[in-house]
Each structure stands twice: as C-alpha cells, then as structure tokens.
C-alpha cells in the first residue's frame, strides 16, 4: 500500500471511530433528557395528586362548618 493509501486508511479510521463515538454519546444525553421529562411528569402528577386531595379536604371542612354554622343562599335573593 502507498503512504497515501495508508493516510487516506487511517484517517477514515479515526473519523468513523469519532462519529460513532459522538452518536452514542449524543444518544446517551438524549435518553437522560428523555428520562428527566418522565421524571417531571410524575412529579407534576403527584402535585396534581396533592392539590385534589387538599381540595377535597378542603370541601369536606366546608361541609363539616355548614352544618355547624349554616348559611343562607344569597344567590337566589332579588336586590331590589
């Protein structure tokens, strides 16, 4: 093989070793990326989780303090 050959060989070499290098590495940053999206949604889902059990909570209270202290239903008045 002539030196350019050689040259020409080498460099292929290592070019082909960097590019595949730098997929994987590209596809191992893409694949945490994805995984720190499904952590963020199961983390908003558990917030959601939260707030409606606050929220039901907080009804069953309102609830409870109508019976103790109801009150009267202004909606249905007329302002005159």
């Known amino acids: ?3 350019a050959a050689k040259t020409t060989l080498g460099i292929s070499i290592v ?3 960097g590019i595949v290098t730098g997929v994987h590495y590209l ?3 893409e ?3 994805m ?3 499904v952590e963020r949604d199961e983390k908003r889902q558990q917030e959601k989780r939260q ?3 606050d929220l039901e909570r907080n009804r069953e209270r309102e609830a ?3 019976q103790l202290q109801p009150i009267a239903d202004t909606s249905s008045q007329r302002l005159t």
């Open 1 to 3: 093989m002539s030196r």
């Open 15 to 17: 070019a082909t070793i």
């Open 27 to 29: 596809q191992i940053k």
């Open 31 to 33: 694949r945490e990326t």
């Open 35 to 37: 995984y720190k999206g």
């Open 51 to 53: 707030r409606m059990a």
């Open 64 to 66: 409870s303090l109508r």
